[in-house]
Each structure stands twice: as structure tokens, then as C-alpha cells.
């Protein structure tokens, strides 16, 4: 008995705790001061009246990363793939 209670007892703060936060989650909207930001980064990922001044993805995700970080990942790859050359060099004549 005495374990079917503290198995109910441990049920209900876990669900109590799962039920809270699914409720924050769901309550919190940003201010209007964010929305700024979200509406510039939709407006240069597809927008067929300014050619000159967007990216033509039809997803903000892949315009974001190919666009604004594209620098950054082909230089952070380029390290990436000196350091695995670098490693293979090293270790080429060890036995």
C-alpha cells in the first residue's frame, strides 16, 4: 500500500511539474519589439518585388544559414578540414 502511494504521489508532481511547463510554454508570446526582427529576415528570404535585396529560398531556415552565416560556415569547414588533414599527416608514419 504504502508503495502504490508513493507511486501516485511521484505521478502527480510529475505530471503537475509537465502540466506547468507546458503552460509557461504555451503563455509566452514575445513583445512587439521582437516582431520587428522576425518580419526583416521573412522579407529578405522571398520577396519576388525587390530581386535585388532577397535570397529567393522558400525557407527563412536555409536563406538564414546560407545567407547571413554562409561566411562563417565555409570558413569554420575550412578549419575543420585543415585539422583533419593536418591529423592524417601526422599520423601517416606511425606504426
Same mark, same amino acid.
Given at each position: 500500500? @504504502?508503495t $502504490?502511494?508513493?507511486?501516485v504521489v511521484? %505521478?502527480s508532481?510529475?505530471m503537475? &511539474?509537465s502540466?506547468?511547463l *507546458?503552460?509557461?510554454?504555451?503563455?509566452?508570446y514575445?513583445?512587439?519589439?521582437? @516582431?520587428? $526582427?522576425?518580419l526583416?529576415?521573412?522579407? %529578405?528570404?522571398?520577396?519576388?518585388? &525587390?530581386?535585388?535585396?532577397t *535570397?529567393?529560398?522558400?525557407?527563412?531556415?536555409?536563406?538564414i544559414?546560407?545567407?547571413?552565416?554562409?561566411?562563417d560556415?565555409?570558413y569554420? %569547414?575550412t578549419?575543420?578540414?585543415?585539422?583533419?588533414?593536418s591529423?592524417?599527416a601526422?599520423g601517416?608514419?606511425?606504426?
Open positions: 500500500m @504504502r $502504490l502511494v508513493k507511486l511521484i %505521478t508532481v510529475v503537475g &511539474l502540466l506547468l *507546458v503552460l509557461a510554454g504555451v503563455s509566452f514575445p513583445s512587439n519589439r521582437v @516582431r520587428w $526582427l522576425a526583416a529576415y521573412l522579407n %529578405t528570404t522571398y520577396n519576388p518585388y &525587390l530581386p535585388n535585396f *535570397v529567393w529560398s522558400p525557407e527563412s531556415v536555409t536563406a544559414v546560407w545567407d547571413y552565416r554562409g561566411l560556415t565555409l569554420e %569547414t578549419v575543420f578540414f585543415l585539422a583533419i588533414i591529423g592524417l601526422l601517416r608514419g606511425v606504426e
